[in-house]
């Protein structure tokens, strides 16, 4: 299971360094522990126009990045920027694509035995805003782990494909992993990188890239946690592992009886397997979340526009520096955490064990991310749209859902949560809530006591929606029936459930048969 795999070893130690302009690429080899990367330095190249690249870990920004936890006393505490600026930086490597057997070409894979490692990002190198741009493309396919859940085996064979559920484009790629040579004669398969998580195969076999993605992350936890059970002579004793696995990435013992830890030590192998098997492509017990209480993926197109990232509006976006820190922090650093007295890895690691991007791939990576844009919409505007932003208007969407972003920015506090006249963010803060599951919100470590507002603009190829992705499409969405306690979710079923009602968020659900599809249909062209 991937939560298992995330630890890091160096081939080298990197100094502390102050930056704030472009200086030459890092020259350090890293091993990550399922493989050995080896590879060249650099090639030499004339010295990159200077450029203002935000201080990534800068403790005054870092200090305020966040947005209070519901309890406030045990929001995390992050090391200082010394710390930081000793982790190893992360060396990255030309990748090739992956495809489906049936379109994979001839020898391919014995062509990338035969090729040198490539170092494929050198910030020397990069002049224009066109070169930064492409260079975080190729850092949103970096991968933190090479090898683990998923092996180069099973991505060749023709009959895993049903199993996994993973989908395929059209010319046969399978988007969510690259090859990459770490050293020549060897392939590896590189996996959990941006790209896993934020693309997009749509049922015409397209890809979006950016987008809510669509990787079954936790149907193939599932299944592998299943094989081992079938395997294990000891069940009682995976059983024991596998739940102390779980509270790196899940617990906070500071929720008491809401501590998921705390539900899965009464819960059986089966129960495990099942909370994961109930997560659908389109949602995730990401890091800090939980089984229990999964998150919708978000959309990164658009993300420039957004004030706060996380559904719980979790951490603050005041600058592109901002989201270079949360890309930081999310593709490594929460293991160094402190919550009050809880840190997730168990203790603070030291920090040459570790690895990190450096401060001009983050900022390549965000002003990527800055420049993505939605795919053409086949959703043509016309008589049934036009009424459907009538009944948008009318039935006052836009006061949360405001054009022409289609959100307020806003945060919303749930039920069972009062943030005060003094909150930090009052001047954000809607003064009600819209009645949704507060679980996210309050039982996990990413729980604010808020949800974010978030943007209606395209909806027409994201799904499942609701902050857990408990719904498939907008009709069920606009389905009064989700109310009902013997629903039957068509997102995100709920921990051990059949049923159960999707709460909160009733706007729209009294307009006529007439009125929905319109409002649907104007929603679809956004």
């Given at each position: 299971?991937i939560r298992?795999?995330?630890?890091w070893?160096?081939?080298?130690?990197?100094?502390?360094r102050a930056?704030?302009?472009?200086?030459?690429g890092?020259?350090?080899?890293l091993?990550?522990?399922?493989?050995s990367?080896?590879?060249?330095a650099?090639?030499a190249a004339?010295?990159?126009?200077?450029?203002?690249?935000?201080?990534?870990?800068d403790?005054?920004?870092?200090?305020?990045l966040?947005?209070?936890?519901?309890?406030?006393e045990?929001?995390?505490?992050?090391e200082?920027?010394?710390?930081y600026?000793?982790?190893?930086?992360?060396?990255?490597?030309?990748?090739?694509p992956?495809?489906?057997?049936?379109?994979e070409?001839?020898?391919?894979?014995?062509?990338?035995?035969?090729?040198?490692?490539?170092?494929?990002?050198d910030?020397?190198?990069?002049?224009?805003?066109?070169?930064?741009i492409?260079?975080g493309?190729?850092?949103?396919?970096?991968?933190?782990?090479y090898?683990?859940?998923v092996?180069?085996?099973?991505v060749?064979?023709?009959?895993?494909?049903?199993?996994s559920?993973?989908?395929?484009?059209t010319d046969?790629e399978?988007?969510f992993?690259?090859?990459?040579?770490?050293?020549?004669g060897?392939?590896?398969?590189?996996?959990?990188s941006?790209?896993?998580?934020?693309?997009?195969?749509?049922?015409?076999?397209?890809?979006?890239?950016g987008a809510q993605g669509?990787?079954p992350?936790d149907?193939?936890?599932?299944v592998?946690?299943a094989?081992?059970?079938?395997?294990?002579?000891?069940?009682e004793?995976?059983?024991?592992?596998?739940?102390?696995?779980?509270?790196?990435?899940?617990?906070?013992?500071?929720?008491?009886?809401?501590d998921?830890?705390?539900?899965y030590?009464?819960?059986?192998?089966?129960?495990?397997?099942?909370?994961?098997?109930?997560?659908?492509?389109?949602?995730?017990?990401?890091?800090?979340t939980?089984t229990?209480?999964?998150?919708?993926?978000?959309d990164l197109i658009?993300?420039?526009?957004?004030h706060?990232?996380?559904?719980?509006?979790l951490?603050?976006?005041?600058?592109?520096?901002?989201?270079?820190?949360?890309?930081?922090?999310?593709?490594?650093?929460?293991y160094?955490?402190?919550y009050?007295d809880?840190?997730?890895?168990g203790?603070?690691?030291?920090?040459?064990?570790?690895?990190?991007?450096?401060?001009?791939?983050?900022?390549?990576?965000a002003?990527?991310?800055?420049?993505?844009?939605?795919?053409p919409?086949?959703?043509?505007?016309?008589?049934?749209?036009?009424?459907?932003?009538?009944?948008?208007?009318?039935?006052?969407c836009?006061?949360?859902?405001?054009?022409?972003?289609?959100?307020s920015n806003?945060?919303?506090?749930?039920?069972?949560?009062?943030?005060?006249?003094?909150?930090?963010?009052s001047?954000?803060?809607?003064p009600y809530?819209?009645?949704?599951?507060?679980?996210?919100?309050?039982h996990?470590?990413?729980?604010?006591?808020?949800?974010?507002v978030?943007?209606?603009?395209?909806?027409?190829?994201?799904g499942?929606?609701?902050?857990s992705?408990?719904?498939?499409?907008?009709?069920?969405?606009f389905?009064?029936?989700?109310?009902?306690?013997?629903?039957v979710?068509?997102?995100?079923?709920?921990?051990?459930?059949?049923?159960?009602?999707?709460?909160?968020h009733?706007?729209?659900?009294?307009l006529?048969?007439?009125?929905?599809?319109?409002?649907?249909?104007?929603?679809?062209?956004?």
């Amino acid at each position: 299971m991937i939560r298992s795999f995330l630890s890091w070893r160096v081939s080298a130690r990197v100094p502390s360094r102050a930056f704030s302009v472009v200086v030459a690429g890092s020259t350090c080899c890293l091993l990550f522990q399922s493989c050995s990367a080896a590879g060249p330095a650099p090639t030499a190249a004339p010295a990159a126009a200077a450029v203002e690249i935000p201080r990534t870990w800068d403790d005054e920004q870092i200090a305020s990045l966040e947005v209070p936890l519901a309890q406030g006393e045990h929001s995390p505490h992050r090391e200082g920027s010394d710390y930081y600026y000793r982790i190893p930086v992360r060396q990255i490597f030309k990748s090739y694509p992956v495809y489906h057997p049936d379109h994979e070409p001839p020898g391919y894979i014995e062509h990338l035995q035969s090729l040198e490692p490539e170092i494929a990002f050198d910030a020397t190198r990069l002049h224009t805003e066109d070169d930064w741009i492409q260079a975080g493309e190729v850092v949103f396919s970096v991968p933190i782990t090479y090898d683990t859940l998923v092996k180069i085996e099973n991505v060749r064979d023709r009959s895993w494909y049903g199993t996994s559920r993973v989908p395929v484009t059209t010319d046969g790629e399978v988007p969510f992993f690259r090859y990459f040579v770490l050293e020549k004669g060897t392939v590896s398969l590189g996996q959990f990188s941006c790209a896993t998580c934020h693309t997009r195969v749509m049922p015409d076999g397209s890809k979006i890239v950016g987008a809510q993605g669509n990787f079954p992350l936790d149907h193939l936890d599932a299944v592998s946690l299943a094989r081992r059970a079938e395997r294990t002579k000891d069940p009682e004793a995976l059983l024991e592992r596998y739940r102390r696995s779980l509270i790196t990435p899940y617990g906070a013992p500071w929720l008491g009886e809401n501590d998921p830890s705390a539900h899965y030590n009464q819960m059986s192998l089966q129960d495990l397997v099942a909370l994961q098997e109930a997560i659908p492509p389109g949602v995730h017990a990401r890091f800090g979340t939980s089984t229990l209480n999964p998150v919708q993926i978000p959309d990164l197109i658009g993300v420039r526009d957004r004030h706060y990232l996380d559904r719980t509006g979790l951490m603050k976006h005041r600058s592109i520096g901002d989201l270079m820190r949360y890309a930081a922090i999310n593709q490594g650093l929460f293991y160094v955490d402190h919550y009050s007295d809880f840190t997730p890895a168990g203790r603070l690691l030291e920090p040459e064990t570790m690895e990190r991007y450096s401060d001009e791939q983050l900022y390549a990576l965000a002003l990527y991310l800055y420049s993505l844009k939605p795919p053409p919409n086949p959703n043509a505007w016309g008589p049934q749209a036009a009424r459907g932003k009538e009944v948008f208007e009318q039935s006052g969407c836009w006061r949360c859902h405001t054009p022409p972003l289609y959100t307020s920015n806003k945060l919303t506090p749930v039920d069972g949560f009062d943030p005060g006249p003094d909150h930090p963010q009052s001047a954000d803060i809607l003064p009600y809530s819209v009645g949704t599951d507060p679980g996210l919100a309050l039982h996990t470590r990413r729980g604010t006591g808020f949800y974010k507002v978030p943007s209606l603009k395209g909806v027409w190829y994201r799904g499942p929606f609701e902050h857990s992705g408990s719904v498939a499409t907008l009709e069920d969405w606009f389905d009064p029936r989700r109310h009902d306690q013997d629903y039957v979710p068509t997102g995100y079923r709920g921990p051990l459930t059949t049923t159960r009602a999707v709460q909160g968020h009733p706007f729209g659900l009294d307009l006529s048969a007439e009125d929905k599809a319109a409002l649907i249909a104007f929603l679809r062209t956004l």
